[in-house]
């Protein structure tokens, strides 16, 4: 067990985006080396890029994002992903 415990914040920000679908993203990340707590939130207008954007260049971050794409046979869809962001530097 790493020791690092992840606040109720994080549940409750998961389950908003997972089932009132009124984010387009979350970020979540390590704080005092002890717990995983909200970092950023984008408005569902907000775009994949936007999403980008707001990953920091030189910290980690957990993160959920609902990614929109369309099938081959025309369906509208999207996908919740969950990102783990590790910068190279």
Same mark, same amino acid.
């Given at each position: 067990?790493?020791?690092? +415990?992840? &606040? /109720?914040?994080?549940? =409750?920000?998961? !389950? ?5 679908? /009124?984010?387009?993203?979350? +970020?979540? &990340?390590?704080?005092?080396? &002890?717990?995983?707590? !909200? #970092?950023? %939130? ?7 890029? #936007? ?7 030189? %910290? ?7 990614? /929109?794409?369309? +099938? ?5 869809? !999207? &996908? ?7 910068? /190279? =530097?």
């Amino acid at each position: 067990m790493s020791g690092v +415990t992840v &606040k /109720d914040e994080c549940v =409750d920000m998961f !389950n908003r985006i997972k089932m009132k679908k /009124d984010l387009r993203y979350c +970020t979540f &990340k390590i704080e005092d080396k &002890k717990y995983i707590v !909200n #970092d950023v %939130q984008g408005t569902i207008e907000e775009t994949f890029a #936007d999403f980008v954007k707001a990953l920091p260049e030189d %910290q980690p971050r957990y993160a959920l994002c609902e990614i /929109d794409y369309t +099938t081959e046979d025309g369906r509208f869809l !999207n &996908k919740l992903c969950f990102f783990f962001w590790s910068p /190279d =530097d």
